[in-house]
């Protein structure tokens, strides 16, 4: 299914109809997201959150919202059904007032906070048990490294870049026999807030599937760690923060272990889909995948 463009006038006006509102403003943010998602507002309310998504996504949300209330930093439905439009579903949301911090940026107080916050947030995964889609085995650690290999293969000569991700060893970059449970998958620094030292929202929780319990906690600094923009003082920064965050969990450190080289793969396995033939992916694929690299080593230093 494609993604939507809705007609604001429309949108509005069938979302102040059903909520029984004089009228709504619809402004757009996350211009970025895969799904088009707006702040509402309208005289007499608060202001409050909209997302155009997929039926089965919006039911599976307001399924785990409902069994996450107590989870204070999670919002709580508007409506306890999603509207109906063009053949997609709007989720009706509380707006969550927070504010944004990339990882490296986050204090020692906000660090405590996203400690905390993740592990109640694992837990609240894990009260729902409605349908969560599995990985799929292109995007499990294993498939990834096979993607890493296959490339490796029909680029020899640029292949040799990705060798420190093809020789990643079984027990680092697999999930074998652990336990998985249900994740976030995208806890991202435009999926969180903090306001003051506090977690205060998570967004986002449409696209629930199965991991690790530290891989959300661990997906928020590899995706900021991969970024070129960085400066050394924000990447040491970054594994400094990492590893206390690491120290504080109750998740065993081997586990982050795997969940960074998940990161590193997916993010190779990521660019190799967009430019499958490239011979010069590999450049791009070594320099992200660096700093990501230097991070494991840490961990794995810790692990010894």
């Known amino acids: 299914m494609n993604r939507p463009d809705p007609s604001l006038p429309r949108l509005s006006a069938s979302i102040a109809d059903r909520l029984r509102l004089?009228?709504?403003?619809?402004?757009?943010?996350?211009?970025?997201?895969a799904w088009p998602v707006y702040k509402a507002v309208s005289d007499g309310c608060s202001p409050f959150f909209v997302k155009v998504t997929n039926r089965a996504a919006a039911e599976r949300t307001l399924e785990f919202l409902k069994v996450s209330a107590d989870c204070p930093f999670l919002p709580r439905p508007i409506c306890e059904e999603a509207l109906d439009?063009?053949?997609?579903?709007?989720?009706?949301?509380?707006?969550?007032?927070?504010?944004?911090?990339?990882?490296?940026?986050?204090?020692?107080?906000q660090l405590g906070g996203f400690a905390e916050g993740c592990r109640m947030l694992s837990d609240a995964l894990n009260r729902y048990t409605g349908p969560v889609a599995p990985l799929p085995e292109e995007d499990t650690p294993e498939g990834e490294h096979a993607i890493v290999l296959d490339y490796m293969r029909r680029h020899p000569l640029t292949g040799r870049l990705l060798k420190p991700l093809a020789t990643l060893p079984a027990a680092e970059r697999s999930y074998g026999s652990r336990g998985l449970v249900t994740?976030?998958?995208?806890?991202?620094?435009?999926?969180?807030?903090?306001?003051?030292?506090?977690?205060?929202?998570?967004?986002?929780?449409?696209?629930?599937?199965?991991?690790?319990?530290?891989?959300?906690?661990?997906?928020?600094?590899?995706?900021?760690?991969?970024?070129?923009?960085?400066?050394?003082?924000?990447?040491?920064?970054?594994?400094?923060?990492?590893?206390?965050?690491?120290?504080?969990?109750?998740?065993?450190?081997?586990?982050?272990l795997i969940a960074i080289n998940h990161s590193r793969l997916r993010i190779a396995a990521c660019r190799l889909a967009k430019h499958v033939d490239s011979v010069l992916i590999a450049f791009d694929i070594a320099r992200r995948d660096r700093p990501l690299r230097a991070l494991a080593a840490a961990v794995k230093e810790g692990c010894a």
């Open 22 to 33: 004089a009228h709504v403003i619809l402004e757009p943010v996350g211009v970025k997201c």
């Open 85 to 109: 439009y063009d053949g997609f579903a709007v989720l009706c949301l509380e707006w969550k007032e927070a504010r944004k911090v990339n990882a490296e940026n986050m204090t020692e107080g």
């Open 183 to 256: 994740i976030h998958s995208d806890l991202q620094s435009a999926n969180y807030g903090f306001d003051g030292d506090r977690f205060a929202a998570v967004y986002d929780t449409d696209d629930l599937t199965k991991g690790l319990a530290c891989e959300d906690a661990t997906y928020a600094f590899t995706e900021r760690m991969r970024r070129s923009e960085l400066s050394a003082a924000d990447r040491r920064r970054l594994t400094d923060l990492f590893l206390r965050l690491v120290a504080m969990s109750p998740w065993p450190r081997e586990e982050w």
